[in-house]
């Protein structure tokens, strides 16, 4: 009777994986980069990235054309709403199933932590450009660039993580072939 193939070379190392079951066992990961909302808003890592660079180079810029003060406060209460709806939807929809395999996704382990961490920041920037956009606060860049350096390092790293968590090398870790093909997502 011929060997029996396994998931593993005789080196203990996983054996490539096919193009199509990449494709499943990556699907998480690129949906995370991507990510579309029900309301169709697209809230994909690649925007917050985007929009994050665009608020923070509008806190920089002193040149003609840079976005106004009323441009900067409605892209930041945007960013921070979309963000903090991302985030929701992970934790109670995403982040509890794979819990169940992941150790990274539990609520005592980092990314989890990192959410609060984002989420604290968020609030003190929606709080300050709310205020900004009732007229009790005149909006200063150098307040909003000093509210972004409160939590920007934890959120890139985050957006990072999250992704490279998800890819298929780890991802095939924990589950099966089926099993993904049924994950939410």
Not at 73 to 98: A, K, N, R, T, Y
Request: glycine residues 4%.
């Amino acid at each position: 009777m011929g060997a029996k193939k396994t998931s593993a070379s005789e080196s203990g190392e996983p054996l490539p994986l096919s193009a199509s079951d990449f494709r499943i066992y990556n699907r998480m990961s690129e949906q995370m980069e991507a990510f579309i909302t029900d309301l169709e808003i697209l809230v994909k890592h690649s925007h917050f990235r985007l929009t994050w660079n665009q608020l923070w180079e509008a806190c920089e810029s002193k040149k003609k054309g840079a976005l106004s003060a009323r441009q900067m406060i409605m892209m930041g209460l945007q960013f921070c709403s979309q963000l903090d709806f991302h985030h929701s939807i992970e934790e109670q929809h995403i982040f509890p199933v794979l819990a169940k395999k992941m150790p990274e996704f539990r609520k005592e382990l980092e990314l989890l932590s990192q959410h609060r961490q984002i989420h604290a920041g968020l609030e003190k920037l929606e709080h300050y450009l709310e205020k900004c956009r009732s007229g009790e606060e005149d909006m200063r860049r150098d307040e909003v660039k000093r509210l972004m350096d409160g939590f920007g390092k934890v959120l890139w790293t985050h957006l990072d993580q999250e992704v490279k968590t998800l890819e298929a090398a780890n991802m095939r870790k924990f589950w099966s072939l089926d099993e993904m093909r049924r994950l939410p997502m």
